[in-house]
């Protein structure tokens, strides 16, 4: 993980772990997953992937767009403790 010029974590490649978020990896038994990180790969930076995570003021209606744009990832491990 690296830190940009202004602060903010982020990759310059896809870590091992991750892969292509849905929506429904965001939420569990109808709660946001609070707290979770999550990735979302810029459109205008080459390979910079923005480190995020989870909030209240996070909607679907934020998230899809990038979602449907295949831009946004999760880690598959934060994933296993639902199953």
């Known amino acids: 993980m ?3 010029e202004n602060g903010f ?3 310059d490649k896809l870590p091992d772990g991750y892969r292509l978020a849905t929506i ?3 939420h569990f038994q109808g709660k946001k997953k609070l ?3 999550f990735l979302i790969k810029w459109e ?3 390979n910079y992937y923005e480190v995020c995570k989870v909030s209240e ?3 679907g209606n934020w998230l899809v767009p ?3 744009a295949g831009r946004v990832f999760c880690n598959i491990n934060s ?3 639902e199953q």
Request: no cysteine; glycine share 4%; proline share 0%.
């Open 2 to 4: 690296k830190t940009d």
């Open 57 to 59: 003021k996070l909607t």
């Open 79 to 81: 994933l296993k403790n």
């Open 9 to 11: 974590l982020y990759y």
């Open 24 to 26: 429904n990896d965001f």
């Open 35 to 37: 707290g979770m990180a």
């Open 66 to 68: 990038f979602i449907k």
């Open 44 to 46: 205008t930076k080459e």
